[in-house]
């Protein structure tokens, strides 16, 4: 499966965005999505995951309560709707797709490009 992740930009703080992430050559319905994120000089970390038919999710503790993660089967996408960002948000995000339910890059299997986000304060 191939994924493309849109959406980014630049936004103040208390703003929001929604990144999306098409995926194309197979059904995404057969996968687990991801949304992972990777600030300048630090490692990719874990920021949401969704199951195969939606309906669980769970996110890291910096960005509960404040990002919704969705997918939508038909149209082949998933979305990372984020709210009231912060500077610290600021990295460039990636989605991707996994056969099971992880938290851990390692575990995914196909990755779109990723987009960036910047929070100014």
């Known amino acids: 499966v191939q994924l493309q992740a849109c959406g980014g930009g630049l936004v103040q703080a208390g703003g929001s965005l929604r990144l999306s992430c098409a995926a194309s050559?197979?059904?995404?319905?057969?996968?687990?999505m991801g949304w992972f994120r990777q600030a300048p000089g630090k490692e990719r970390e874990f920021v949401a995951t969704i199951n195969w038919s939606g309906d669980s999710t769970a996110y890291a503790d910096s960005v509960k309560g404040r990002f919704t993660i969705s997918r939508d089967n038909v149209e082949n996408t998933s979305y990372l709707q984020m709210n009231s960002l912060k500077p610290e948000d600021t990295a460039v995000y990636y989605c991707?797709?996994?056969?099971?339910?992880?938290?851990?890059?390692?575990?995914?299997?196909?990755w779109g490009q990723g987009t960036l986000v910047t929070v100014s304060s």
């Open positions: 991707a797709a996994s056969n099971y339910p992880a938290n851990i890059p390692s575990h995914y299997n196909y």
């Open positions: 050559g197979r059904t995404l319905s057969n996968y687990v």
